[in-house]
């Protein structure tokens, strides 16, 4: 098979979640124990770092990973989902896998596919810990993608667990309150394996205590230690001052990333590397993961400025919180009108996002090009009744074409709702 076939093989043989939603999604481990058996337990062969959380869980690994390079390790990186190339998924010191060893690896394997009938995630992954075995990683660094206790990454032993924060996501499977998602997240959590809580969330925190405790994992909130303020933003950086236990220790950290939530996955990863010091060397390896991430690590789809006068920014921000955020920055960023891009999936309730967005911004709602992607008209409907208002278009290229035919110079174009919506503007 070429690559363009092989794909077409995982994409159309196989279920998956980016494309289909629930019916993909599969609640225990059986699957990819069998299939990480069959390839010879390749996720014995490194040294991993387990990254959970409902938010911040993508921007946090990659800064782990950037941090781990400038530190002068060969690191892996599996994140999920894909934006453009499926190969983002899975990538080693900032470049993707390469093509032949996607072609090599479902030739090889495709027999074991048709015997086990694996889901498409669950084959990425195995296809990852594969990867990152043949490329010989010094470490990875491993996202979670749904959840944490029953996701297929979570026959991982790592060396350290992290788990970011709790919100609202995926109540279909994860549990319709903040403790229940909490403890599907806190199944991350291995015996005598320490823990980092990005936040300390009072409705929550006692479940990650109860399973640490149990667990005997040494549990530590780097909300706690670590207390991170934005400075300013400017093009390519933000500037954030850092405190360490009240005592200043980054007056002025430089920041490829843009957001004033970033604060908390700093505070995050700068915890992570406390624990970490035997592979992370110094406070200048530090500063150069984080000044450097975008480039380091190949980190795209997040807060992405895509051109100038008017500003156009994607960012792939979904859910409650992640908006709710995500309306805070916009909120730090002077123009004179909003044009917000936007689309989601069907599947996802909607209602608490539309009373995040802004009122005060022209809509041009679009459908993702997926079959989840919601019907342009129909969230137009339903964003009408919380003041939403705008037209619907018939894809998300035509609704951004007519975004900057209607915007000023200093006007500001935003993209998101969906990271299908973000994908197909990249």
């Excluded at 903040?178 to 599907?184: C, S, V």
């Excluded at 399973?211 to 933003?233: C, G, I, M, N, P």
């Excluded at 984080?290 to 156009?312: D, H, M």
Aim: with cysteine.
């Amino acid at each position: 098979m070429t690559y363009k076939q092989t794909l077409q093989y995982l994409y159309t043989q196989l279920p998956m979640f980016q494309r289909v939603g629930n019916v993909a999604f599969k609640k225990d481990l059986t699957n990819i124990r069998k299939l990480c058996k069959a390839l010879g337990n390749p996720q014995k062969s490194f040294k991993a770092i387990h990254i959970a959380g409902t938010n911040g869980k993508g921007s946090s690994a990659h800064l782990l990973c950037s941090v781990l390079q400038a530190s002068g390790h060969r690191v892996g990186l599996y994140t999920s989902p894909h934006y453009k190339d499926f190969r983002e998924r899975i990538k080693v010191d900032g470049q993707l896998c390469s093509k032949q060893f996607v072609v090599d690896f479902v030739k090889e394997h495709q027999a074991v596919f048709e015997e086990i009938r694996p889901s498409f995630f669950e084959i990425t992954v195995a296809m990852a810990f594969e990867y990152f075995k043949h490329s010989q990683v010094d470490l990875a660094v491993i996202e979670t993608g749904l959840g944490g206790r029953l996701d297929s990454t979570n026959i991982l032993k790592p060396i350290l667990s992290i788990i970011t924060n709790i919100s609202y996501d995926h109540q279909q499977f994860l549990g319709d309150t903040l403790p229940k998602i909490a403890r599907e997240k806190a199944g991350i959590i291995k015996k005598n394996i320490p823990v980092i809580i990005g936040e300390e969330q009072a409705e929550v925190k006692h479940v990650f205590e109860n399973v640490a405790k149990r667990k005997e994992a040494k549990l530590r909130f780097a909300s706690r230690t670590y207390k991170v303020k934005l400075l300013k933003t400017d093009l390519r950086h933000s500037y954030y001052e850092v405190r360490k236990r009240g005592k200043i220790i980054y007056p002025r950290l430089k920041v490829n990333l843009h957001g004033s939530f970033q604060q908390k996955n700093i505070a995050t990863i700068l915890s992570a590397c406390d624990h970490l010091s035997a592979y992370v060397s110094s406070a200048n390896n530090i500063k150069k993961g984080f000044a450097n991430l975008k480039a380091l690590t190949y980190y795209i789809g997040r807060w992405q400025i895509l051109s100038e006068k008017p500003y156009v920014i994607a960012d792939s921000a979904h859910n409650e919180a992640g908006l709710q955020l995500l309306k805070e920055a916009l909120g730090n960023i002077a123009f004179d009108q909003l044009h917000f891009v936007l689309g989601t999936v069907a599947d996802k309730s909607r209602e608490k996002l539309f009373r995040i967005l802004p009122d005060n911004a022209t809509y041009y709602f679009a459908k993702a090009d997926i079959p989840r992607g919601l019907d342009a008209k129909i969230l137009q409907n339903e964003a009408a009744q919380f003041g939403l208002k705008g037209r619907a278009y018939s894809s998300v290229k035509n609704a951004l074409r007519a975004a900057k035919r209607a915007a000023k110079t200093n006007d500001l174009i935003f993209i998101g709702g969906s990271i299908f919506v973000v994908a197909e503007v990249l």
